[in-house]
């Protein structure tokens, strides 16, 4: 009874495994220390104060470097076709 209970809190049970929420929590820490870096040298990278400030606060199941790409990727494309 008490595998059951274990196998159901654990990470991969929810389609998570250790590895991934590992990466995405290193992912993340990477995209905090975007935060220290003033808005020109965000502005060099392609990336808005906001974007990371939105992307630093994702739960650790999505990957927020990986979301902070694509959201500064859809804000320059629909920039582009306006």
Request: glycine share 2%; hydrophobic share 45%; aromatic share 6%.
């Amino acid at each position: 009874m008490t595998d059951c209970t274990i196998q159901q809190i654990r990470p991969a049970a929810a389609g998570f495994s250790l590895a991934t929420l590992l990466r995405n929590w290193r992912a993340r820490s990477k995209v905090r220390a975007l935060h220290d870096l003033d808005d020109r040298m965000l502005a060099d990278i392609g990336v808005r104060r906001d974007e990371v400030i939105w992307a630093s606060h994702l739960p650790l199941t999505a990957n927020a470097a990986l979301q902070l790409e694509e959201a500064a990727f859809r804000r320059r494309k629909k920039r582009r076709y306006e």
